[in-house]
């Protein structure tokens, strides 16, 4: 056993192991099947089929993180898009689970797990991204139901998705306190979207709200509380991004150290240049403390240590970044090759850059830190 793993109990180092052969053998080939930016199904499927949606995602439980980290971790470092797909589902899922009454977790948990329905998570607005508690979709009582108006931008599997979590303002003027988060079918009256072309093949686009109806029942939580449904979420899926970027970060290192030990230059391999060698040590150092800030927030969650939000933002900002850092590292010493079109490292690079971004940007993370430790020292508000 390498020391890398050391930590875990040897059922979650099977689990990883799991992961990273299905992505490798059986999701990647499906991934590449499917059409750049739109939802792929059949990949969707599999990713239920072998059971890797059902893992994390059951009605009456909550999402084991650390779990849901060693997935991610595993999938990302041989099919992102797999990832993605495994990350989406449980992201637009995860409201409905902690706080959805019954009936919709009912009917739409089993078809999320089963890889039938396809979730999204609708919180950014073209005026609301980094300042969520700014969103302004309204959803206004009308009769037994609520009737949303407005538009959501850069939602992930929009507008593809079959079910979708969507925060609304319930109380004008009162921030985040007047925020409610609905479950919203996508064949819903009045509900429309389309795709945005991205730099990753990242399924994502805009949707728009033109009085959709939605019944009382679909509210997730209390009126005026869904700011912390959403927050309770993120806490939850913010190490899990910093697992993927893990994932990321590991095959980079991997192909860049088979390519200096191969490459020769100057009648020797790169990696005889220590220029080359100690990049690459560097870059191997900050992938293992990034992945032991990963498995850390996710083990305080896993413990009950909640909210763990500082410990999530820590594990987000150094795994994302450190993983672009590994990717741009990987190509240097690979040269020119890296760049051409369907290299591993051109198609890493474009998608790992998204994480520093989406589930708050490493800004947001820092400040997220540095609150607490003025508040702790006594000094914030
Ligand atoms: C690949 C991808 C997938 C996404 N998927 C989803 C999804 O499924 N659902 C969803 O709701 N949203 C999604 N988003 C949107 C994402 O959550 C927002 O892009 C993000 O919250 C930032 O908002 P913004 O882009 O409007 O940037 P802004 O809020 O305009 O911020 C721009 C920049 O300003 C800086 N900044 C912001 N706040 C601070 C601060 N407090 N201190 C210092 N600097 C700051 C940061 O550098 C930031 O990048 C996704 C985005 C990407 C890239």
């Not at 979207?193 to 679909?218: M, N």
């Not at 970060?249 to 005889?272: I, N, Y």
Request: with cysteine; glycine share 10%.
């Amino acid at each position: 056993m390498s020391a890398t793993y050391a930590h875990l109990t040897a059922a979650h180092r099977d689990l990883l192991a799991r992961s990273e052969t299905l992505a490798r053998d059986i999701l990647a080939p499906i991934a590449r099947r499917g059409e750049p930016g739109k939802v792929n199904r059949e990949l969707v499927a599999a990713l239920s089929a072998h059971g890797l949606v059902p893992e994390v995602l059951e009605a009456g439980r909550e999402v084991p993180a650390l779990t849901l980290c060693l997935v991610r971790e595993g999938l990302a470092r041989y099919s992102t898009q797999a990832e993605t797909a495994f990350a989406l589902q449980g992201l637009g899922a995860h409201p409905i689970l902690i706080a959805g009454r019954s009936e919709v977790v009912d009917v739409w948990i089993p078809r999320v797990a089963s890889g039938e329905a396809v979730a999204g998570f609708a919180l950014t607005e073209p005026d609301a991204g980094s300042d969520v508690a700014a969103l302004g979709l309204a959803a206004e009582p009308d009769g037994g139901r609520f009737r949303l108006s407005g538009e959501k931008v850069f939602i992930s599997n929009a507008p593809d998705a079959d079910i979708y979590t969507v925060f609304a303002r319930t109380s004008a003027g009162a921030g985040a306190r007047g925020i409610t988060a609905f479950a919203v079918p996508r064949d819903s009256p009045g509900l429309s979207g389309e795709s945005i072309p991205f730099i990753a093949d990242h399924p994502i686009g805009r949707l728009r709200f033109d009085g959709v109806p939605v019944p009382a029942d679909h509210v997730l939580g209390e009126v005026d509380h869904g700011f912390g449904v959403a927050m309770r979420t993120l806490d939850l899926f913010r190490p899990s991004v910093g697992a993927c970027a893990v994932g990321m970060a590991q095959a980079a290192l991997d192909a860049a150290v088979a390519h200096a030990a191969e490459r020769q230059a100057f009648g020797k391999p790169l990696s005889a240049l220590q220029g080359v060698s100690h990049q690459l040590a560097d870059v191997a150092t900050r992938v293992q403390a990034s992945r032991l800030l990963v498995h850390s927030a996710a083990g305080a969650h896993d413990a009950g240590i909640t909210p763990n939000t500082e410990a999530a933002a820590m594990a987000k900002l150094f795994a994302t970044e450190t993983a672009m850092l590994a990717i741009d590292v990987a190509i240097q010493v690979h040269g020119a090759r890296a760049l051409e079109r369907g290299h591993l490292l051109e198609h890493l690079y474009r998608d790992v850059r998204g994480t520093r971004i989406y589930e708050g940007a490493s800004e947001v993370q820092r400040e997220i830190i540095a609150r607490q430790l003025f508040r702790r020292a006594g000094r914030g508000s």
